[in-house]
């Protein structure tokens, strides 16, 4: 913020360019590249990589989103995160900016433009600008963003050392918000905030029922000490691109002897405690080991040896499974 209103003043066009660059300058992003339908085409410059205000995106919420993965060179699953977007258009009476077809291969070709090769793609749509009313203006042309960053991290420790997460304070989304993927974050917000101050690395949200939901960007999953990998539904959650993808893997672990089964089902907040094992799963964090609940030590303390199987399964699949689509560089 300006120190006084006497920084406050008209702007030329070539003062906001200049402003918008000094903006970034400041941040370290790595925003390599970025489409809008509204500028019909790519940019690289991140000063540039810009919504208009008066997108209802941006003032309302109306918007979706989805995140893939770029792993080696490829990306990984699309085709089940823009079902999964798709389904979110459809729920938020969103239209499309074109085919499914149309929006994969302009993700394809931000993508090659970005010339990163390991990282995320996140895409949103939008109901599109001209009002700062509440239903889409007649006529709008509905906005597709699409931006290729180098993905969110996670403490090493993660890994070695395990998570800990706290039941959050913060209501359930209702299962209808819940299943959607919109722009509207804020109990997962909230819920990540009110963990962090707490000292905890994550929370997690329990339903009406006493059923467990999920945690603020990613699915929780269990394995029971009979060696069953549980999944909590999906009817008040998120389908998680990384845990639909695991439930197809982990039968593998059964062959194999480390599980015993594999099912979705609600899982009880005293189920859950009483676990051997406590999974974080999302296309970001891919598998990590849930350590402590609240005041509960799950399993003995240590991330177990399920988390290690599965992540080991979902990092094969990323290097070389059939769900990955060449980049034209
Ligand atoms: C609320 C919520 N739950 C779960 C997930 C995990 O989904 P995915 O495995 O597709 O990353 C995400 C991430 O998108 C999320 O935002």
């Not at 919504?51 to 941006?58: E, G, K, R, S, T």
């Not at 998570?163 to 959050?168: L, P």
């Not at 002897?257 to 609600?266: N, P, T, W």
């Amino acid at each position: 913020m300006p120190a006084s209103n006497a920084a406050v003043q008209k702007l030329s066009d070539a003062e906001v360019l200049e402003r918008l660059r000094a903006l970034r300058t400041k941040q370290p992003v790595k925003y390599t590249a970025f489409y809008s339908s509204q500028l019909n085409g790519i940019v690289t410059d991140p000063a540039l990589m810009v919504i208009p205000f008066d997108d209802h995106m941006v003032h309302r919420g109306h918007g979706i989103f989805d995140t893939a993965g770029i792993v080696n060179g490829k990306i990984y699953d699309l085709d089940a995160h823009l079902d999964r977007f798709l389904r979110s258009a459809e729920r938020s009476k969103l239209k499309l900016p074109g085919s499914r077809a149309d929006m994969r291969d302009i993700i394809i070709k931000t993508t090659a433009a970005s010339g990163r090769r390991d990282g995320s793609i996140r895409y949103w749509l939008s109901s599109g600008t001209g009002s700062l009313d509440l239903i889409p203006v007649a006529g709008a042309d509905p906005g597709f963003f699409v931006m290729i960053f180098p993905g969110l991290v996670y403490p090493e420790k993660f890994k070695t050392e395990g998570v800990r997460v706290m039941t959050t304070t913060y209501p359930i989304k209702p299962p209808l918000y819940a299943i959607t993927k919109t722009t509207n974050y804020l109990p997962n917000v909230l819920m990540q905030m009110e963990a962090k101050e707490k000292g905890f690395d994550n929370g997690v949200f329990i339903d009406h029922d006493g059923h467990v939901g999920e945690s603020s960007n990613m699915n929780v999953a269990f394995v029971t000490h009979d060696n069953v990998l549980v999944h909590p539904k999906f009817d008040h959650i998120l389908s998680g691109c990384a845990s639909l993808r695991l439930l197809e893997l982990a039968p593998a672990l059964v062959k194999q002897g480390l599980l015993k089964d594999v099912k979705v089902d609600h899982v009880s907040m005293s189920d859950a405690t009483a676990a051997k094992e406590m999974l974080l799963i999302g296309s970001s964090v891919k598998v990590a080991g849930i350590v402590q609940w609240d005041s509960h030590t799950i399993g003995n303390g240590k991330p177990g040896p399920i988390a290690t199987a599965l992540l080991g399964l979902l990092e094969e699949d990323m290097r070389s499974g059939d769900r990955l689509i060449d980049v034209p560089y």
